[in-house]
């Protein structure tokens, strides 16, 4: 408990100074760091302590008008993007982390266009580039929101630099896919390569696939689910997650041999 000058208590982490009489409030915040906060009198402090401790508590505040990328990342991950899955937090990091050496250590306001497409040229491919920026974009503009920033510079970073020739899709022919499954027939995972060629369905979402998910009566699978596959704590997990989009949540008819291989 702190104390004024004659010695009155002043409740949890607020004491007075004697070199000017300043009521001074202290309190550690989301981040681990701790707030100072000044006022003429015990009121005027105790009320400011109030709204600074709720602007915490609602993620409203930020660190620093000083803060790097480094915290700044920090902070747009446990906050802005919380409730993410967390594939997608991890797929958020590996984006990041090309080009964290380049540019975390720098203050947010210290970037410009010249420092950031310099990093950014230093991918090793368009597509590299073009995931990085999103990420930066949208830890900007959040940055902006916060009163940290009054431009988004990444909007014009330029990504296509090695102008790499897109792949072009190929499907089976359906002489090629029965050639396929011809070949297949002896193999452990037949009935799911029947499954996938008779559906259309992604590979996350045939694994996902439960009985729950299938009708026999209507001849229908429910695509519901998805099942992922990908890299935590330096270790590679599976977690199934519900459909993201309206379009991924679909209801596919099924074909004789679908519903054969099912079953």
Not at 104 to 120: E, V
Request: glycine share 6%; proline share 0%; hydrophobic share 35%.
């Amino acid at each position: 408990m702190g104390k004024s000058i004659k010695g009155k208590e002043l409740g949890k982490g607020i004491t007075q100074r004697k070199s000017d009489g300043l009521y001074q409030g202290r309190f550690v915040n989301r981040f681990g760091k701790t707030q100072t906060i000044y006022a003429s009198s015990l009121n005027e402090l105790r009320k400011r302590m109030r709204e600074e401790q709720y602007e915490d508590e609602k993620a409203l505040n930020v660190v620093t008008k000083d803060v790097t990328l480094d915290e700044w990342y920090e902070i747009w991950m446990n906050t802005c993007k919380k409730n993410c899955r967390n594939s997608t937090k991890e797929s958020y990091a590996t984006h990041y982390k090309r080009i964290q050496k380049e540019l975390g250590w720098r203050k947010l306001t210290s970037l410009n266009l010249i420092i950031m497409q310099n990093a950014l040229n230093e991918l090793v491919s368009d597509n590299a580039r073009k995931n990085t920026k999103k990420i930066l974009v949208d830890m900007l503009e959040k940055a902006i929101d916060s009163d940290l920033l009054t431009k988004n510079v990444a909007k014009q970073l330029n990504t296509v630099i090695s102008k790499e020739d897109k792949k072009e899709r190929r499907v089976l022919t359906v002489s090629e896919a029965e050639l396929f499954l011809g070949e297949a027939q002896s193999s452990f995972y037949y009935n799911l390569f029947v499954l996938a060629i008779e559906t259309g369905m992604r590979i996350g979402e045939l694994c996902g696939v439960q009985w729950k998910d299938i009708d026999f009566d209507k001849k229908v699978l429910y695509v519901r689910h998805t099942l992922c596959y990908f890299q935590k704590g330096g270790k590679y997990i599976f977690e199934m997650h519900d459909a993201k989009t309206k379009n991924g949540r679909r209801t596919i008819p099924l074909t004789t041999r679908a519903l054969e291989a099912l079953k």
